[in-house]
């Protein structure tokens, strides 16, 4: 009888993952295949401009015209109290900042919500971002402005694209996209990721007027989290959309566990 029920039964991680990771919603067939298109064009528009950023930053040309412009404007309005605030901003969305809220955030959600698939596609994605800027970063051997009119210490690790933008992006974006894709009105996804938009352009703007980026490399990282953003749509609808009528992993897995 007990081999029975140990043939019969579960495993230990299949109850875990049943009960804390699998994570399924219910929608029409169109508006699934309405996610996978936004995660397709997110994916392809953010590939191709960032495409079209490195190509320039390579061949210095195209989207590299920008760079100095910016550059000499922000170094016209520096002051002490902004400096301040741009140093602030620098230090949250920095290597050490932007971590201990990522990990409060993850471990926060993952209680609050009893359930990991979020907390555990919002760390992934943070991870794969900073995988990707390690990689480009060194493939592409970018310098960065000159040291002596950095703000906040020197730095002469490779400039393109930027680690602190880079982050900023894809925490604020993909969270933004986590947390409101299961509301049905609209209006708190556009007040979401508006409020995302805001939040990226503040970091960006704060490394390019501490001196340590180049107006490319912000939107080279700009790029990149659009590709990240749509890999993680992509991945979540997978997972996590169903059309009513279709089985659900629990259901499956009963079935598996019981069979007749």
């Given amino acids: 009888m007990a081999d029975d029920r140990s043939e019969n039964s579960p495993g230990r991680w299949r109850v ?3 009960k804390f990771v699998v994570e399924e919603r219910f929608m029409s067939a169109e508006a699934r295949k309405a996610l996978y298109r936004t995660a397709a064009v997110l994916m392809a528009v953010g590939a191709i401009l960032f495409s079209l950023a490195l190509a320039g930053v390579l061949q210095k040309n195209g989207l590299t015209v920008l760079d100095e412009p910016v550059r000499t404007w922000l170094l016209g309005i520096r002051s002490g109290p902004l400096t301040a605030v741009m140093i602030f901003l ?13 990990l409060i955030v993850t471990v926060a959600w993952g209680l609050a919500a009893k359930h990991a698939w979020r907390p ?3 760390a992934a994605a943070m991870l794969t971002g900073v995988a990707l800027a390690q990689i480009i970063g060194r493939s592409v051997g970018r310098g960065r402005p000159p040291v002596d009119l950095m703000l906040f210490g020197q730095d002469t690790t490779f400039s393109f694209p930027s680690g602190h933008v880079l982050g900023a992006s894809d925490f604020l974006l993909v969270t933004a996209f986590l947390v409101f894709s299961r ?3 609209t209006w708190p996804s556009v007040v979401g990721f508006a409020g995302a938009v805001v939040g990226i352009f503040f970091a960006a ?3 390019l007027y501490l001196g340590y980026h180049w107006t490319t490399d912000a939107l080279a990282s ?6 990240v953003l749509g890999g993680v749509i992509m991945l979540d609808t997978w997972r996590t959309a169903r059309i009513p009528g279709e ?4 259901e499956l897995s009963k079935a598996e566990a019981n069979p007749e």
């Fill in 90 to 102: 620098a230090i949250i969305f920095g290597p050490i900042g932007l971590p201990i809220i990522v």
């Fill in 222 to 227: 700009i790029f990149i989290s659009f590709v």
């Fill in 120 to 122: 555990i596609l919002l």
């Fill in 247 to 250: 089985r659900v992993t629990g």
């Fill in 16 to 18: 875990f993952h049943e």
């Fill in 205 to 207: 703007i704060s490394r």
């Fill in 183 to 185: 509301r049905q009105s």
